[in-house]
């Protein structure tokens, strides 16, 4: 096994550039089982669960080649309509596959996905509002069976919550069904837009992307296409972090800064300077970190797979801020590795008291899933002394050449061997 083991104290300054989203390209993948054919995606991040994923859709009878940085995915047959235990236990997101097979294929069986450290995971919205479309929905054995043998036909569907899988699986169904889908109270995240983006680009004809309304016409057949995943704000927005707790300037390109706009208010807040480009954002900050309270809501609130990145910045700021975690109901486990650090955080629900120390100490650390133990890193990265990130499996499968690019910044990182064992990802 390896561990991350990171110096403190070092400035970081320079350009790193991110790479397109997980969160967008792994549906990306999903949806290219519509389209019987060659789908080209680029700007597709080498992380570990786009391997996942790979193992996913060549699994149903599409072959997956990399050749650097773009995935090449024969959807010419789809062979299968089962997404196995083993490999959605590894990446929950596999869940995704329900969608395009029951439209490619008008059938499904993916195994329950579970939970994971930062929250129950529950699919009961994916499910409703596949029963709406006329999809038969059973589960035995630990497995979902989905059947629309005559097919599905459109509905008009209101999600209780704005759920990002949720309306990426109806996204994809919807697309294939007979007649017009409304989604109410649909999710608008920037990765949403890209998938609508792709869908319409293989003939799908949707409407509403970026708003809580979304129109779907079904169509009967779809196209093959070369297609970019978006910048990842969420990689952005780690090392934009990561620069306000260490100084700056740092400059972070292939990012939409518009992506980024709750993120960036709240750094400004806490003392950063920050600049934008279409594609790039530039910070740094001279004065101390002021203490920023943060509420996590879906988009365009401030997004939650930033909170413990934040929070990491608020256990060094000058004064006490309240963090809210509204999205996942335990997204605050990281905080105790962080106290092992040093930080004064007092968990009360939803709610973490962050009281600001002067300075964090290094000290072993164990990665609880994949925001977190990015989180811990940019601790280290500010903390007096040396930091060992264990179960760092959590955070290779979400961020490419994460210890290279911040060594690219000046950080003082490195992996080393270690015997820490693996926990369970999410
Ligand atoms: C996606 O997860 C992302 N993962 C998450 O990123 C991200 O935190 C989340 O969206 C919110 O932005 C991927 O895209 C692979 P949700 P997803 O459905 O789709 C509840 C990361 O770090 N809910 O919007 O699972 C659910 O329990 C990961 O990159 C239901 O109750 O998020 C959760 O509390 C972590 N019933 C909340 O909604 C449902 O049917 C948000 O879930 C579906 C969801």
Same mark, same amino acid.
Request: charged content about 20%; glycine content about 14%.
């Given at each position: 096994?390896?561990?991350?083991?990171?110096?403190?104290?070092?400035?970081?300054?320079?350009?790193?550039?991110?790479?397109g989203?997980k969160?967008?390209?792994? $549906?990306?993948?999903?949806a290219?089982l519509?389209?019987?054919?060659?789908?080209t995606i680029?700007?597709?991040?080498? /992380?570990?669960?786009?391997?996942?994923?790979?193992e996913?859709?060549?699994?149903?009878? %599409?072959?997956?080649?990399?050749?650097?940085?773009?995935?090449?995915?024969?959807?010419?047959?789809?062979? +299968?309509?089962?997404?196995?235990?083993? /490999?959605v236990a $590894?990446?929950?997101?596999?869940?995704?596959?329900?969608?395009?097979?029951l439209? !490619? #294929?008008g059938r499904?069986?993916?195994?329950?996905?579970?939970g994971?450290n930062?929250? +129950?995971?529950k699919?009961?919205l994916h499910?409703r509002?596949l029963?709406?479309?006329?999809v038969?929905?059973?589960?035995?054995?630990?497995?979902?069976?989905?059947?629309a043998?005559?097919?599905?036909? *459109?509905?008009?569907?209101?999600?209780?919550?704005?759920?990002?899988?949720a309306?990426?699986?109806?996204?994809?169904?919807?697309?294939?069904?007979? *007649?017009?889908t409304?989604? =109410?109270n649909?999710?608008?995240?920037p990765e949403?837009?890209? #998938?609508?983006?792709? #869908?319409? %680009?293989m003939?799908? !004809? /949707?409407e509403?992307?970026?708003? +809580?309304?979304?129109?779907i =016409? *079904?169509?009967?057949? &779809? +196209?093959?296409?070369?297609?970019?995943v978006?910048?990842?704000?969420?990689?952005a927005?780690?090392?934009l972090?990561?620069?306000?707790?260490?100084?700056?300037?740092v400059?972070?390109?292939?990012?939409?800064?518009?992506?980024?706009?709750?993120?960036?208010? $709240?750094?400004?807040?806490?003392?950063?300077?920050?600049?934008?480009?279409?594609?790039e954002?530039?910070?740094?900050?001279?004065?101390?970190?002021r203490p920023?309270?943060? %509420?996590?809501?879906?988009?365009?609130? &401030?997004?939650?797979?930033?909170q413990?990145?934040?929070?990491?910045?608020?256990?060094?700021? @000058? *004064?006490?801020?309240?963090?809210?975690? @509204?999205?996942?109901?335990?997204?605050f486990?990281?905080?105790?590795?962080?106290?092992?650090?040093?930080?004064?955080?007092t968990i009360e629900?939803?709610?973490?008291l962050?009281?600001g120390?002067?300075?964090?100490?290094?000290?072993?650390?164990?990665?609880?899933?994949?925001?977190?133990?990015?989180?811990?890193v940019l601790?280290?990265?500010a903390?007096?002394?040396?930091?060992?990130?264990?179960?760092?499996?959590h955070?290779?499968?979400?961020y490419?050449?994460?210890v290279d690019?911040?060594?690219?910044?000046?950080a003082?990182?490195a992996?080393i061997?270690?015997?820490?064992?693996?926990g !369970?990802?999410?």
């Amino acid at each position: 096994m390896q561990s991350i083991r990171v110096t403190g104290g070092n400035p970081l300054s320079g350009t790193v550039t991110v790479g397109g989203a997980k969160n967008s390209g792994l $549906k990306l993948m999903a949806a290219a089982l519509l389209a019987p054919g060659v789908t080209t995606i680029h700007n597709m991040p080498d /992380i570990a669960d786009v391997d996942t994923m790979s193992e996913v859709i060549g699994g149903l009878g %599409a072959p997956v080649r990399r050749d650097e940085h773009s995935l090449v995915i024969d959807a010419t047959t789809v062979d +299968s309509f089962e997404a196995p235990y083993e /490999i959605v236990a $590894k990446m929950r997101a596999s869940i995704i596959v329900l969608g395009p097979l029951l439209g !490619r #294929l008008g059938r499904a069986r993916v195994a329950m996905p579970g939970g994971c450290n930062i929250g +129950s995971r529950k699919i009961d919205l994916h499910l409703r509002g596949l029963s709406q479309l006329g999809v038969q929905i059973a589960s035995e054995h630990g497995y979902i069976e989905a059947t629309a043998p005559h097919g599905m036909r *459109g509905a008009s569907i209101a999600l209780d919550f704005p759920s990002v899988g949720a309306t990426e699986n109806l996204l994809m169904a919807g697309a294939a069904a007979w *007649g017009t889908t409304v989604i =109410e109270n649909a999710a608008r995240e920037p990765e949403i837009q890209d #998938l609508i983006a792709f #869908l319409n %680009a293989m003939g799908a !004809r /949707i409407e509403g992307a970026g708003t +809580s309304t979304i129109t779907i =016409e *079904g169509v009967s057949a &779809f +196209s093959p296409v070369t297609h970019g995943v978006v910048g990842d704000r969420i990689e952005a927005g780690t090392f934009l972090v990561a620069a306000a707790l260490c100084g700056g300037p740092v400059t972070v390109a292939g990012v939409k800064p518009e992506h980024l706009d709750l993120v960036l208010a $709240k750094l400004t807040a806490a003392g950063a300077e920050i600049s934008t480009g279409p594609d790039e954002v530039t910070l740094q900050r001279g004065g101390p970190i002021r203490p920023v309270d943060a %509420a996590t809501l879906p988009y365009p609130g &401030f997004p939650t797979d930033m909170q413990p990145q934040f929070m990491t910045l608020m256990a060094v700021a @000058n *004064g006490t801020s309240v963090i809210t975690e @509204n999205v996942f109901e335990s997204r605050f486990m990281f905080a105790d590795e962080l106290g092992r650090m040093g930080a004064d955080i007092t968990i009360e629900g939803h709610r973490a008291l962050v009281r600001g120390a002067a300075r964090l100490s290094g000290a072993p650390v164990i990665s609880p899933d994949l925001r977190g133990g990015a989180a811990l890193v940019l601790a280290g990265l500010a903390a007096e002394g040396a930091t060992t990130v264990g179960d760092i499996h959590h955070i290779m499968r979400g961020y490419e050449s994460f210890v290279d690019k911040l060594a690219g910044l000046g950080a003082d990182i490195a992996l080393i061997d270690s015997d820490e064992g693996e926990g !369970r990802g999410c």
